[in-house]
């Protein structure tokens, strides 16, 4: 039992250590997220915690849970904010989040009209396309 404890432990205290150097890490980090906006910088619609994940992972290689993330209010203009990151083990970090305006985006980004995501289903059986054999 007692080597179990201690292994238990030990895993706690990495897993403490991890998430303090991750804690460090997001100090110097700027997450910037292009959105659109209208007139007095302000959005359509909101950006969201999954939004600021995806960023920080797609632009910093730094992955945090959209659940990790609190926002006190939705992000609903443009500008500079910090949002806390709960980490584990009572550490807590904070994001540097830039909403610019700009195109709003994905990561990553998939045109919708990309050949790829097109269904294999469509081209088997030329027979079945209906309408869709008409459009194109």
């Known amino acids: 039992m007692?080597?179990?404890e201690k292994a238990r432990k030990a895993q706690e205290a990495a897993e403490k250590a991890e998430a303090e150097a991750?804690?460090?890490k997001l100090e110097g980090l700027m997450?910037?997220?292009?959105a659109k906006a209208?007139?007095?910088g302000r959005l359509f619609g909101?950006?969201?915690g999954k939004e600021i994940s995806d960023a920080l992972s797609a632009q910093h290689g730094v992955s945090i849970p959209k659940a990790k993330l609190v926002l006190d209010e939705p992000i609903?203009?443009?500008g500079s904010y910090q949002i806390k990151a709960k980490l584990g083990y009572e550490v807590s970090g904070t994001v540097n989040v830039m909403v610019t305006e700009g195109n709003r985006r994905t990561y990553p980004c998939v045109r919708r009209d990309d050949p790829a995501r097109r269904h294999?289903?469509?081209?088997v059986n030329?027979?079945?396309r209906g309408r869709r054999a008409l459009r194109q």
């Open 38 to 40: 209208g007139e007095g």
């Open 2 to 4: 007692k080597q179990q």
């Open 22 to 24: 991750l804690s460090k």
């Open 126 to 128: 030329p027979a079945r």
């Open 120 to 123: 294999e289903s469509n081209s």
């Open 46 to 48: 909101a950006v969201t």
């Open 76 to 78: 609903k203009s443009c």
């Open 31 to 34: 997450v910037k997220i292009p």
